[in-house]
């Protein structure tokens, strides 16, 4: 089921279409308050009043056209504007394909440096796609972290790689979100099952929880509602040394919201990442993939209310 909904994610046909039927548009706004980014802006409001902090996110990837990497960079430039007009605690998380990494990859660096400059001394993150993009993504953070201190990566622990990715960037003090992978990958390049996926995930925050007791400047985020994990993470780390809890959680819009509240309760520093825009086909495919049992959901909004 789950390579069944991440081919449909990648498939141009349904991507067309699929977004078209207004049982999917409804079922959609479970994981996203709306299309437009006022309507994020004001569920981040929302969160706010629970001193919540977010992260947005403009759906769309693979462009065609660099006029579209630079009429993304400009509405990002433009979210970040209102962002800092209503004092949201409020980040941004970009895909390099979205700012032009495909067509023209200095222009995608000049975009993501523009947007870091506006947002300091909120991060700007970068989300990491599909493993053919993983080498240029990693190059592309490494051009732009030493000249703006504000910027993050996202690393998935599916990818064989990620140990030696963690172990490159620390000498430029990473900001390091920690997610497990939502992509189709092949077992030459990615773990498959889930035990070693969350295997790889433990072991990688247990290195980068290393490497800051060893003195390392670093930031890690754990982007994931997998609560166990989590737990696990903050036992090594308190019984290895750490007063306070050194890392942030950062959950999806919609999911484990109940787990959100929960973790924040106790003292977890927890934010929301929300997504926007009217792209939100493959994101929203690679939500259903995660948890097959959300087609269930979705197909139960074709009935009457
Ligand atoms: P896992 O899938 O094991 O789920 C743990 C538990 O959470 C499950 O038991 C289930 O109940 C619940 N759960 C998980 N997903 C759910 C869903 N869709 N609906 C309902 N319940 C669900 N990926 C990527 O490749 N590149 C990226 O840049 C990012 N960025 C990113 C940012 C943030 C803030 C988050 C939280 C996630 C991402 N991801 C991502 C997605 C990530 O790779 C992964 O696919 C999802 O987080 C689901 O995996 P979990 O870690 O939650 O674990």
Known sequence: ???????????AFLRRNLPRLWFTRRAVRRFMPGETALEALVAAERFREQGTPVLFTLLGENLSRLEDADAHAAEYLELID?????GIDGEVSVKPTQLGLDLDRDRTLAHLERLAGAAA????????????YTETTVELYEAVKPRHSN???CLQSYLKRTYSDVQRLLPIEPRIR???GAYAEPPTVAYRSRREVDANYLALCVSMLEAMRNGRRMFLGLGTHDVELIRQVEQYARSNGFEQIPFDVEMLYGIRADQQRRLKKEGFPVRVLIAYGSAWYPWYMRRLAERPANVV?????????
């Open 1 to 11: 089921m789950r390579r069944l909904l991440l081919w449909m994610a990648g498939n």
């Open 82 to 86: 209102e962002i800092n007009r209503r």
């Open 121 to 132: 001394p909120r991060t700007v993150w970068l989300d990491m796609e599909g493993s053919a």
């Open 151 to 153: 910027t993050g990566l």
């Open 178 to 180: 920690l997610v497990k």
């Open 297 to 305: 959901f979705a197909l139960r909004q074709l009935l009457p209310v």
